[in-house]
């Protein structure tokens, strides 16, 4: 019987990273997506501004979605004094959903550090090591996200060093979610959540090919043309046709009662010419 109170996605939470509006349309109404994630690097490729104002509206834009419970976005400066600024300037409107990203460098974990101290959600981002796991939940950061695509194409085990920082974050018992980002394709997220990942951000083309399975396209197509046959779509093809037929009848009585008024008028106007006037009748 069906349980309302089971959550049948378990721990699992999915990201968009993207600023694109297009994309934002496409995909956040799908249901994937509990939210979007963004950079400077994003922000650039899709023609939008870094600073605090443009980054509140493009915040209030991707909340207005009713799916979106979190908009991830990066602070900047080259202190902790200015990562820490922008960082509480992005967060004000609405420090609830609204999460700061911060680089995991030594002047980044002290701006997170201060950002978490006053109430500030934070990501440490652009990890690269296992340690660096240990550093983001040592700041009581909510996320830290490595990137598995930039990693491998250093040379280094992507898939090892996430496998590890989750394992990291299992064993300090900490509610820290490892964001796993630059991911390049879907057999790398079906991999990592099979050995304990629950949260990820990838980009539309990403998404794109989580729905490109050959195979289950095929077999859509098989079903819908089996449902076709048996009647699946006659009821609505008979109203359709019933409506084309009642619309035509209706076009004709029309032309009928114009025709008709047109007769009307036409011996309306003929009766009235030929009437004798009244001093004609006279004589």
Known sequence: MYDEDVDYSGNLCMFLDSASEEEWA??????????????????????????????TELAK??????????????TWGKTSDEMWKNGIALAKY??????????????????????????????????YASHQAVLAAAVGANYVAPYLGRMNDAGRDGFGTIVEMQKTADKLDSDMRILVASVRNVGDIAKLAAAGCDTFTISAKVAEDMFGDPLTNQATLDFEESA???????????????????????????AAAAAAEAAAAAAAELEGGSKPDEDDARV
Do not use: H, M
């Open 228 to 254: 076709t046959r048996i009647g699946a779509y006659r009821e609505a093809e008979e109203a359709q046709e019933r409506a084309r037929l009642e619309a035509k009848a209706a076009e004709a009585a029309a």
């Open 26 to 55: 496409k995909w956040l109404p799908s249901g994937i997506f509990a939210g979007v994630t963004t950079n400077p690097i994003i922000l650039e490729r899709d023609g939008r501004e870094c600073n605090i104002a443009a980054l």
């Open 94 to 127: 609405d420090p609830d959903v609204i999460v700061v990203k911060v680089p995991g460098t030594f002047e980044g974990i002290k701006a997170a550090n201060a950002l978490v101290t006053d109430g500030i959600r934070v990501t440490i981002t652009a990890a």
């Open 61 to 74: 834009e991707a909340l207005a979605y009713d799916a979106v419970q979190e908009f991830q976005v990066q």
